[in-house]
């Protein structure tokens, strides 16, 4: 069964910048498409980037611009580079297949204060 850990999170101003981080073990995370989510508090989880097996990556509006997701196929990690952070980018990032058809890690908190 595949497992994802997501690293990299912790608290940070608004304006700063984050690396998140995906191991992904079970599952060659280059045969399949990837994303990064978040959920805030009281909201539903949303999908933020998705990297595909090809040269396909997708942004949500939200992010567009500032965001930028990565993988590296010999560390089978994948990566979610996160500059001009808003406060509203407060959430618990997760990784996933494209489709979240895999068992969801325990996430990664990101804090943005004001």
């Known amino acids: 069964q595949a497992q994802l850990v997501e690293s990299g999170g912790g608290l940070v101003q608004a304006g700063g910048s984050l690396r998140l981080s995906c191991a992904a073990a079970?599952?060659?995370?280059?045969?399949?498409?990837m994303a990064w989510y978040r959920q805030a508090p009281g909201k539903q989880r949303e999908k933020v980037a998705t990297i595909g097996n090809n040269a396909y990556i997708a942004y949500a509006d939200s992010v567009k611009g500032r965001f930028t997701i990565s993988r590296d196929n010999a560390k089978n990690t994948v990566y979610l580079q996160m500059n001009s952070l808003k406060p509203e980018d407060t959430a618990i990032y997760y990784c996933?297949?494209?489709?979240?058809?895999?068992?969801w890690g325990q996430g990664t908190q990101v804090t943005v204060s004001s």
């Open positions: 996933n297949s494209a489709f979240g058809s895999l068992a």
């Open positions: 079970g599952i060659a995370v280059s045969s399949v498409a």
